[in-house]
Every structure is written in structure tokens, then in C-alpha cells.
């Protein structure tokens, strides 16, 4: 609820009143796409994003003994171990050589999680997912605009480009967004293993909204050819035959519904809050 006083809410998420039908307007073009990609017999229909993994490795995802209570939510009520699932992967929707600018992706699937689920299908599953990718920030502010994105880029990759030159106004044009894909783009990754991974979006967390991180704590003295195509793999292959690798998953709450706002209306002040680098 918005006032004099309190303008915001912590842990409360603003909604555009247009937002379902925007976002069903997405989803009504991904399965379009896919649909035009995988037509009648041809399987299996790859993943429209993250197509590419380079490797899908067991692990124990621990909650520590010592969290403080504002963090005991959820699945860190407790301190207890879960098995996990983690898929390291490019972002792309095609598998692309290593070497080509990309997002890459970490996502981390725990296993005999209790509890009801948020998502109606998914009500009774004992899984919990998080999705992370190597940047802090999402490039696209709100559905609305990742709808135009996505209108253009089912007019074909190429047209993507008009998304942040929308027109001959300058100042309509979409820097900040364009400053991101192409600080992600620009990335060298050497090992999958050793590089940081953030939520980018923030999630709810109890009464309130947080981010993650997860940081790398482990390096192994590998050696890759970086032109080779899928040298991450190879890079992973290396780490894990010679130590395992570890990551500290980190939790940042939100303490500010100002700076830290939850939807990013398009104005210079409000554009997301960005994790506290440890
Ligand atoms: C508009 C927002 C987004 C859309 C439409 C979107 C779309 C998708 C789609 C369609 C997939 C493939 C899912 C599958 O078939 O298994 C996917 C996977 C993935 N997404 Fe997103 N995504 C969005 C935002 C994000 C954000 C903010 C992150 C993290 C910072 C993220 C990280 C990932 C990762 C890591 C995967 C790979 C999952 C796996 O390895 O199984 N995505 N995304």
C-alpha cells in the first residue's frame, strides 16, 4: 500500500495490473517458437534457453549451524544436509562454442524437500529449484518490456538489435539494458567451476524478498584449449578428477523497499538492487 510515509513495503511485490496477460502474451510466443523450431517429428525439443550444460554433477547442498533467525526460512530452517542436482550450462537457445560471448548458468535442484509448493504442478514434488547465472543484474526491467523483446526476436535473432535502438529519439533507447547483454557477452570464462553466479531477480523469502549468490571456494590447476568447442566441459572434467569443487550459497534479504525495489518501474532511480559483493 502506498502513502506519504511509507511510499513502499518491504517484501511486497508492486504488480502492474496488465502483468498476466503480458506475461501469457510470452509465454504464447515461446510456444510458438518452439513449435516452429520443433516441428511434428523432430526430438527431443531442446530447452529455448540454456540449451547448452556442460556438465550435470551430484552434490550436498549444507545449511550451516550458525545462520542468524532472519535467515531461518524455508529450507534454511534447519541445519541438515540435502542431495542435490547442479547443471552448469550456456545461456544460449542453440548449442554454440564455448568460446562465443554467452550467460552461463548454474541451476541447483535439492532433493527430499517437505513441505507444499508454491506452483499448483508442482504442489507435492520434495524438490526445490534455484536458477543463478554469472551476472548480478537481469538486463530487462519489467514483462512489459521483455514482451517487446520477445515480439522482436521472434521476427529472427537479428531483429533483437531494435529492442535497445527502438526508434530515431535517443533518449528512448534502452543503454542501460544494452550496457548488460553486453557486459555478460564480453565475460571470459575459463572453468564453470571457479566463477561466481548470481539470482539476478529477487525471490520471496518468508515474509521478505531476497537475492542469491553463490561464490566459488574451490580452484584446481587445470589446462584448456580455449578454442576447442566445448572446452567448459573439459575445464570441469579437469577440476573435479583432481579435487571436488565448492561453492558458499549466499542470501541477500531486502532492507530497503526504496533502493531496493521489487518491480523497476522505467526511471533512472529505481533499477533493481544489486548484491553486496562479499
Ligand atoms: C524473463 C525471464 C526469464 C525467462 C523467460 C527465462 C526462460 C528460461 C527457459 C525457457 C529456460 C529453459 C527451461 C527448461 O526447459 O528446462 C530457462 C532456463 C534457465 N534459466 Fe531462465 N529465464 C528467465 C530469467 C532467468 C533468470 C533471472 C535467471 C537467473 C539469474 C535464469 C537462469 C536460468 C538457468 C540457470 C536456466 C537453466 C536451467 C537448467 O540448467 O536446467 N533465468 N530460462
Known amino acids: 500500500m502506498r502513502n506519504q510515509t511509507n511510499p513502499l ?105 517437505d513441505g507444499e509448493k508454491v506452483l499448483e504442478a508442482e504442489k507435492h514434488l520434495q524438490t526445490h529449484d534455484f536458477t543463478l547465472v554469472n551476472h548480478p543484474v537481469f538486463a530487462i526491467r519489467n514483462a512489459q518490456d521483455y514482451l517487446d523483446l520477445f515480439k522482436l526476436r521472434s521476427k529472427g535473432e537479428k531483429q533483437i538489435i531494435w529492442f535497445f535502438f527502438n526508434g530515431p529519439n535517443p533518449l528512448k533507447w534502452r543503454l542501460h539494458e544494452f550496457g548488460i547483454t553486453q557486459a555478460i557477452q564480453r565475460k571470459k570464462i575459463i572453468n564453470p567451476l571457479t566463477i561466481q553466479y548470481w539470482s539476478m531477480v529477487p525471490y520471496q523469502f518468508g515474509s521478505l524478498a531476497a537475492k542469491y549468490t553463490v561464490k566459488p571456494t574451490s580452484n584446481a590447476d587445470i589446462s584448456v584449449d580455449r578454442t576447442a568447442k566445448h ?48
Not at 579437469?238 to 550459497?249: C, G, I
Not at 530497503?256 to 529505481?270: E, N
Open 9 to 113: 513495503e518491504l517484501g511486497r511485490e508492486y504488480i502492474p495490473i496488465d502483468e498476466d496477460a503480458v506475461i501469457q502474451a510470452i509465454e504464447q510466443i515461446s510456444l510458438n517458437l518452439l513449435k516452429a523450431d520443433y516441428p511434428g517429428n523432430i526430438r527431443p525439443a531442446r530447452r529455448d534457453a540454456h540449451a547448452k550444460h556442460h556438465g550435470c554433477v551430484k552434490a550436498t547442498f549444507t545449511v550451516e549451524t550458525n545462520l542468524p533467525d532472519a535467515f531461518k526460512v524455508g529450507i534454511f530452517r534447519e541445519p541438515r544436509s540435502f542431495p542435490a542436482w547442479v547443471r552448469f550450462s550456456n545461456g544460449a537457445r542453440e548449442p554454440q562454442a564455448d568460446a562465443k560471448g554467452d550467460t552461463r548458468g548454474i541451476a541447483i535442484k535439492l532433493l527430499g524437500v
Open 231 to 278: 572446452y567448459l566441459h573439459e575445464a570441469m572434467k579437469q577440476h573435479l578428477a583432481k579435487q571436488p569443487a565448492s561453492f558458499d550459497f549466499m542470501v541477500q534479504l531486502q532492507t530497503d523497499p526504496v533502493k531496493m525495489p521489487l518491480k523497476t518501474p522505467r526511471s533512472p532511480g529505481m533499477r533493481g538492487f544489486h548484491l553486496i559483493k562479499k
